[in-house]
């Protein structure tokens, strides 16, 4: 077999020592390239994400098949080429993360999953051609409701790019049909919004119902109301928001002190 060698351009400072440790959807860090190589980071601010390519150096080698534990321990096992899990035979992490700010030889970054010390091995910017909106992948789904929301939730901040009240009713919303229909990016669930440009952005993000190729997703301006419609295999779901309410309202009242929730067959009186 042929052997490559690769050479750090830099390592990883974080709280976070072990793997095990590491919360999903990183945490803050700081990547400190070697001095040789701190030339390479010109032109580099320009960039709101990076691709952080990086040695798993504390990850196990020998694992071909492993469970999504951070997600759901309960779920079956998955092959680690299906995941991106920490162990793999060539334990090279592919981390997406927002730069904040660089000062130096250092790259300050955002949602870093790369422990301390972590070896960097290269770092790549985060272009629009590196975007599929509507992807197919597997439904891992969260053991927990407040797990699943809070997925939804930094898929939304991405998409929306701002934590508006009406993004955290999306968010709110898009746990609910989750918890009745499952995978929110399915071909067949058909999402309808009337409510504010905000409502409608957050939903389609998390959604990623498309209006054509498929069909999946209408929208109503409107600043009366803030209602969402679910469909699919002939089950609708409405949602519908109660009133105005604030941050921490939104953040942790019932579902039912928030929404008026109905589910019914299609053609039915619902």
Known sequence: MVSIELNPVGYVLSPVE????????GKDAVIELRPEYAEGLQGLEENSHLWVLSWFHKASRELLK???GKVNPDLPAYGVFALRSYARPNPIGLSLAKLERMEGNRVYVRGLDAVGGTPVLDLKPYFENDTVFSPLTPYIKGKSRAMRQGMIRKQALVHHGEECLDMLIGVRMAAIAE???GQLNSSDLMVKVQGSPCLAD??????RARLANPPRFSYVNTDDRSETGWTKNGRV??????GVFSREDINNAADEDLFAIACFEAGSNG
């Open 18 to 25: 072990e793997p095990g440790d590491m919360p999903l959807g």
């Open 66 to 68: 492993v469970k999504p």
């Open 179 to 181: 918890d009745y229909f």
């Open 202 to 207: 957050t939903i389609q993000g998390v959604s």
């Open 237 to 242: 779901l409405t949602i519908v928001r109660k």
